[in-house]
C-alpha cells in the first residue's frame, strides 16, 4: 500500500474526467525523499499515464500522549498543543472501545467520563 511505502496520508477523491468520464483522484502526502518513489509506484500499479507533483509546506501541532486516572480506569488521552497552549485533549477512541466492552458499558457514557477526569486536570 502507498502507507505503507512511506506515505503521510493518502485520500481519494471521486472526480470527473473529459467527456463526463467518472475517475478517483489520488491525493498523497509524503516526505520529498519519498515521492519518486511513490510517483513510480502510482505509475506501475494504477492506469494513470501520469503523476502531478507539487512541493508544499506542512504545519503540525504538537501531540502527546498521557495516561489519566478515571473513576472508570486509567485512560490515555491525545494532548494537542500549539507551543505551551494545550488546544485540545481527547480520549483515545481505541482505549475508550476496549474499556466499554471490559465493563459493559456504552460508548458514549465511557467518552464522557474520561471528558471529566480530563476537564479537571487540565
Given at each position: ?15 470527473q474526467m473529459k467527456k463526463n468520464r467518472p ?94 477526569a480530563i476537564a479537571t486536570i487540565l
Open positions: 500500500t502507498l502507507l505503507a511505502a512511506g506515505a503521510l496520508d493518502v485520500s481519494y477523491t471521486p472526480i475517475a478517483v483522484m489520488i491525493t498523497l502526502i509524503c516526505p520529498v525523499e519519498a515521492g519518486e518513489r511513490l510517483a513510480l509506484m502510482l505509475l506501475r500499479e494504477t492506469s494513470t499515464l501520469g503523476v502531478r507533483i507539487q512541493q508544499i509546506q506542512r504545519r503540525k501541532a504538537q501531540r502527546t500522549q498521557v495516561r489519566i486516572e478515571t473513576p472508570i480506569g486509567p485512560v490515555v488521552v491525545k494532548v494537542k498543543r500549539l507551543g505551551n497552549r494545550i488546544i485540545s485533549a481527547l480520549p483515545e477512541y481505541e482505549e475508550c472501545i476496549r474499556i466499554s466492552r471490559e465493563r459493559n458499558m456504552p460508548l458514549e457514557e465511557v467518552y464522557a467520563v474520561a471528558q471529566q
